[in-house]
């Protein structure tokens, strides 16, 4: 028989934080080896999906301030992960570069390592609930399952 426990929104939202420190702390240990910040990796990620965004739109993705991510990115291009691109007008873009774009999938692959350890516990018709209640919960803000799948990304 299934576990009816009924859980407060307060617990549950607790502990939806509680797994994403854990992941947070076991990827920032896992990319600190490799010279990257968990910050640094979002952005790789997001601007291999996403090749010559703004810096507004890696903001917006990263969950980061504008300046924030303009620091960021300076850090980056400083470090030959990202270089800037003019585009139309005014704007910058921003690209991935070769080295950037290695180091990526050495860490995707790190990243991969540590969110099916913390996912092991449930198999695939568990996966496949999760997965349906988070986007019940986040509408539109929930990213496909094809886009989400970090192999897809690869």
Same mark, same amino acid.
């Given at each position: 028989?299934?576990?009816?426990?009924?859980?407060?929104?307060?617990?549950?939202?607790? *502990?939806?934080?509680?797994?994403?420190?854990?992941?947070? &702390?076991?990827?920032?240990?896992?990319?600190? +080896?490799?010279? @990257?910040?968990? !910050?640094?990796?979002?952005?790789?990620?997001? @601007?291999?999906?996403? +090749?010559?965004?703004?810096?507004? =739109?890696? *903001?917006?993705?990263?969950?980061?301030?504008?300046?924030?991510?303009?620091?960021? !990115?300076?850090?980056?291009? *400083?470090?030959?992960?990202?270089?800037?691109?003019?585009? +139309?007008? &005014?704007? #910058?873009?921003?690209?991935?570069?070769?080295?950037?774009?290695? @180091?990526? #999938?050495?860490?995707?692959?790190? #990243? =991969? =390592?540590?969110?099916?350890?913390? @996912?092991? %516990?449930?198999? =695939?018709?568990?996966? %496949?609930?999760?997965? !349906?209640?988070?986007?019940?919960?986040?509408? /539109?803000?929930?990213?496909? /399952?094809?886009?989400?799948?970090?192999?897809?990304?690869?």
């Amino acid at each position: 028989m299934a576990d009816r426990t009924a859980y407060s929104a307060g617990t549950l939202g607790l *502990a939806i934080k509680r797994l994403q420190v854990r992941h947070q &702390r076991a990827l920032e240990s896992r990319l600190a +080896p490799l010279g @990257l910040t968990l !910050a640094q990796w979002d952005a790789l990620r997001h @601007l291999h999906a996403h +090749p010559d965004a703004s810096l507004h =739109d890696l *903001a917006v993705l990263t969950f980061q301030t504008d300046q924030s991510m303009g620091t960021l !990115a300076t850090r980056m291009v *400083a470090r030959g992960l990202v270089e800037r691109v003019t585009g +139309p007008g &005014r704007a #910058v873009r921003h690209r991935i570069t070769p080295t950037g774009e290695r @180091l990526r #999938v050495d860490v995707q692959r790190e #990243v =991969d =390592d540590v969110l099916a350890t913390s @996912l092991a %516990a449930l198999d =695939d018709a568990d996966r %496949a609930r999760l997965g !349906a209640l988070l986007a019940q919960l986040l509408g /539109p803000d929930m990213p496909s /399952p094809i886009r989400s799948h970090p192999s897809a990304e690869a």
